[in-house]
Every structure is written in structure tokens, then in C-alpha cells.
């Protein structure tokens, strides 16, 4: 059985801790800033490398880049480095660039916490990015969760991210709205309706006091969904305040009332539209993606690089000038393109 050893051992990096221990692992531990028991602790990472054949970095995310950067000369093929942030692009993204192609790594997000754990919960689950130049490293950490209990969902970092900027990061923001506005969460006459938000209140409030800033300012699509859901509330919040003496039934009413769109007709034929429409942009995408390339031939022949920032520049200009004349959201099309363009160099990057 392999030795597991734990970079960071607050609240989370010990949780996940005694569970591995709890199923007899032999754990390891470095942390400076935190008392490690000293029957696991060692001093030194360098003593954590030497020990240990699985090195779990349980570190705030925007700190991972430098624990990696630590960690590089002291690791091998023999060891696998293993992430576990809310947060998947950017560890991906320095794991990839620190570690490069030899030094097995994993990028993982166990889905519960602290609170989640004190309660005894079961159907525990963890993320991992499994499309990931180090297969076996996959499995092998895969099997390690397995183990002790949780099931592998699947996701790439993008996909991760985005889901967890609906929910994960959704959870935190209107639980800390609630509590920073001082909603009681245990009163006896709260009724049902009320009963499951008190849980998610008391699960952010038991959480590490950093997570919430891991969730929003290191997802890069945490804002969009911000802005969506304070949007909303405010319409809502007009809409309550424009109708006060609304009665049932009437228009006004209708708009206020709470119903589930899953069986509308009308809504299930828009979205199979929509979705027809996200497949021919992906065809136009592929379509580009073509030009790209013959554009990188067309570069390297002549010598050039593949980042020309002046054309950039002038493309985003006119495609937000393009939508602006169209009646879209300059801002909005602008992030678009943007991405477009970032794709379209990493394709440039892989050829060149």
C-alpha cells in the first residue's frame, strides 16, 4: 500500500486525510502554518517527496502554481501529484506547464467537505479530469477514491468549471448574502420550504473562510453567473415592488408565479432549436479551426510567429463594432471572440 502524503493540512487536506487513514493508508503530512500531529508530520517537503508516492496538495488554489513549482525537483515517475481545488482550469493549466509531460500528475475535486464528512454523509463523490496525458495515474488515483468509499464522476476542467460556477460558487454567494443579512437559520417556525437553505447556510458557514474567494475569483465563470442571478433578483425584486396588489390570475400575477418549465411545449421546441444552433456554430468553429491551420503554414513559411497582437486587437474592434450594429452586446460578443482567438492560438501553438 502506497503512502500517501498530504501538502496542507487544513481543514479540508485533514478531513480527506483521516479518511484515507481511516481505511488504513499510511498518511504523511507537511504544513507550516498549521500544528500537524506528530505522528504524521514531517518537516520539510523534500522529507514529504522522499516518504510518500502520492502527494495530495490541499493548498488554497492560488497557491498551488508555487507548491508545484516547490515540488517539481523533488518529484519522479514514481510519484503521482494529485490537486484537489474547486477550481480545475488554472491547476490544470500550472500542472501542465510546471510539471510537463513526464511527472504523472491528476487533477481532482472531491464534491464534499468538512461539514459533509462530520455528518456522515454517503455518495460521496469526486471529480477527476480524466482526459489527461497520464492515464495511468488516472486510474490509479481513481481506484484510491474508490477505495474509500466515493464515485469518480468524469469531467474536463472546462466543463467543471462552469458547472461549478451554477452551483458550487452559486451556493456560497446567496448562503453568504443570507447570512451577512442576518437570516436566522434556526428558528422553530421556519417552515419547510426554508429548511433545506438553512442547511446549505450552516455547510458555507462550517466551510474554510477562503473558499468562497477560491470559488469566485479563481472560476472564470463565476462573474457571468453572478451577473445573471443579481439581474434576475433584480427584475424579480421590480416586478414585486411595481404589482403590489396583484390578484390571482390576472397577467401581472401570472408572472410572479413560481412553475417549472419542463413541460412547455413551447420551451422544449426553443431549446431543441437552440440547440441545433450550438451545433452549426461548432461546425463554423471546426470550419475556422481549418483556416487556422492554413494561416500557420502560411506564418511559418514567411517566418512569422504565431501571436500577432495588432491583428488581434483590430478583430476584436470590428467584431464588437459587428454586433453593436447588430443589436448584440459588444461587451458580451467581445468575450466571445476573444475565446475564439485564444483557441485559435493554442491550435496555431500545437502545430507550430
Given amino acids: 500500500m502506497k503512502t500517501l502524503g498530504f501538502v496542507g493540512l487544513g481543514r479540508f487536506g485533514h478531513a480527506l486525510s483521516e479518511i484515507f487513514a481511516e481505511h488504513e493508508y499510511p498518511i504523511k503530512a507537511y504544513d507550516p502554518n498549521v500544528a500537524v500531529p506528530s505522528e504524521i508530520g514531517v518537516g520539510s517537503l523534500e522529507q514529504l517527496a522522499a516518504d510518500c508516492q502520492v502527494l495530495f496538495v490541499a493548498v488554497p488554489v492560488s497557491t ?29 493549466k500550472a500542472m501542465k506547464e510546471i510539471f510537463g509531460a513526464d511527472q504523472p500528475w491528476v ?48 469531467l474536463d476542467p472546462e466543463a467543471h468549471d462552469r458547472i461549478m460556477a451554477q452551483t458550487h460558487a452559486m451556493a456560497f454567494f446567496i448562503a453568504k448574502g443570507m447570512l451577512d443579512a442576518e437570516v436566522p437559520t434556526d428558528s ?12 446549505t ?3 458555507v458557514r462550517g466551510d474554510a473562510g477562503h473558499l468562497i474567494t477560491t470559488l469566485h475569483r479563481e472560476n472564470p465563470f463565476s462573474a457571468e453567473y453572478r451577473r445573471r442571478l443579481l439581474f434576475v433578483l433584480r427584475t424579480l425584486d421590480q416586478k414585486l415592488n411595481d404589482a403590489p396588489t396583484s390578484h390571482p390570475g390576472t397577467p401581472e400575477e401570472d408572472e410572479l408565479t ?20 450550438d451545433s452549426e456554430i461548432l461546425q ?3 470550419r475556422r479551426a481549418e483556416l487556422v491551420r492554413r494561416a500557420q503554414h502560411a506564418k511559418a513559411a514567411a517566418g512569422r510567429g504565431v501571436v500577432d497582437p495588432a491583428r488581434e486587437a483590430r478583430m476584436l474592434e470590428s467584431r464588437s463594432a459587428w454586433a453593436d450594429q447588430a443589436g448584440l452586446d459588444p461587451d458580451g460578443v467581445r468575450h466571445i471572440f476573444e475565446a475564439i482567438i485564444a483557441l485559435s492560438c493554442e ?3 500545437r502545430q507550430s
Avoid: N
Wanted: hydrophobic share 45%; charged share 20%.
Fill in 64 to 92: 498551488m502554481p508555487e507548491v508545484f513549482h516547490r515540488l517539481k525537483p523533488l518529484v519522479g515517475p514514481r510519484h503521482i501529484v494529485v490537486d484537489v481545488g474547486s477550481v480545475k482550469m488554472a491547476p490544470v
Fill in 258 to 277: 413560481i412553475t417549472s418549465t419542463a413541460h412547455i411545449p413551447e420551451l422544449s421546441e426553443t431549446r431543441e432549436r437552440i440547440d441545433e444552433v
Fill in 201 to 203: 447556510i450552516e455547510s
Fill in 107 to 154: 487533477a481532482s475535486h472531491p464534491l464534499f467537505g468538512p461539514v459533509s464528512l462530520a455528518r456522515a454523509e454517503t455518495g460521496l463523490r469526486v471529480v477527476i479530469c480524466s482526459k489527461s496525458s497520464h492515464p495511468a495515474a488516472v486510474a490509479e488515483v481513481s481506484d484510491l477514491y474508490r477505495s474509500i468509499g466515493c464515485s469518480i464522476v468524469e
Fill in 284 to 286: 463554423l468553429l471546426l
Fill in 188 to 199: 422553530p417556525a421556519a417552515p419547510p420550504s426554508f429548511q433545506a437553505m438553512a442547511r
Fill in 347 to 349: 491550435i496555431q501553438l
